[in-house]
């Protein structure tokens, strides 16, 4: 499967995440989180807050604690991209610092960050404010990706076994709960699935929030996937997600 900061929030989302068992009464930190990421895009070691002890050192400790082979600090002044790990210094939104990762953002009050201990001990997606930013560092396996979006479709878009694909804008049309799990149900792609495949993509249910509703434009999120089996009619399976679905969501594309 391809690195990318899609399937890096796909594998870490409302899961927690402990590195180092600290503190004992709380140990899903934000600086777990941020670990996560450093080992995702090939980091070998965590990465330590040996000064202050806050997730603050991520930044104020560039020099020395290795981010910078994995990372690109872009500055402040960069536009955000999803998967840039942001650091906060103490401030009013984050007193004890905060590092996170970028994932979305509608306007400049409202940026949306993947997240542990923010406020709960798993990891979400939380509205922060950027004001006590104090640094931004770009992953380096991130940096030449091409978004799905950017793919070339095929001419004739007549799939075989091994096309290569990328999954169209589709609408949910239910939402429901199974054993802690909640799934969508979608005609275009022909049944129910796991909502933790997808990303929300418009505002149509009213903000684009990565929170589901009904009439919420979602895409999978998976990248490009690849065509293992026709189903019979027009449903077929990919190798990247657990169950067949509808062709009419996917798109062929040259890579």
């Known amino acids: 499967m391809a690195k ?3 399937n890096f929030r796909s594998s870490v989302i409302g899961k927690k995440i402990d590195y180092d068992g ?9 600086v777990d989180l941020a670990n996560a990421e450093v080992f995702y895009v ?4 965590r990465i330590i807050c040996s000064n202050s002890g806050y997730a603050k050192d991520f930044a ?21 991209e999803p998967g840039d790990l942001c650091v906060w210094t103490n401030c009013p939104e984050c007193p004890y610092s905060h590092v996170a990762v ?19 001990p798993y990891v979400t997606i939380a509205r922060i404010g950027v004001s006590g930013i104090i640094g931004v560092f770009r992953p380096k396996i991130f940096a030449d990706e091409t978004p799905a979006d950017d793919y070339k479709p095929t001419a004739d878009q007549i799939l075989t076994i091994g096309s290569q694909v990328v999954s169209n804008v589709f ?29 929300e993509v418009n505002n149509e249910d009213g903000k684009e929030d990565q929170i589901v509703h009904v009439g919420s434009g979602v895409k999978f999120n998976k990248g490009v996937m690849t065509v293992t089996r026709f189903n019979g009619g027009n449903i077929v399976t990919v190798k990247e997600l ?7 969501c996917l798109v062929e594309v040259e890579v």
């Open 171 to 199: 609408t949910i049309e239910g939402v429901r709960q199974r054993s802690g799990v909640w799934y969508g149900y979608s005609s275009v792609v022909g049944g129910w699935f796991p909502l933790s495949d997808v990303d």
């Open 60 to 80: 104020l400790q560039k020099k020395t604690n290795g981010i910078l082979d994995l990372y690109d600090d872009v500055g402040l002044r960069a536009e955000l």
């Open 242 to 248: 657990a169950y067949p679905i509808d062709a009419d």
């Open 4 to 6: 990318n900061y899609n």
């Open 42 to 45: 090939g980091g070998t070691h």
């Open 22 to 30: 600290y503190p004992p009464q709380q140990p899903y930190q934000c």
């Open 102 to 120: 970028y994932d979305h953002d509608n306007g400049q009050n409202e940026v949306y960050f993947l997240g542990q201990n923010q406020p709960y």
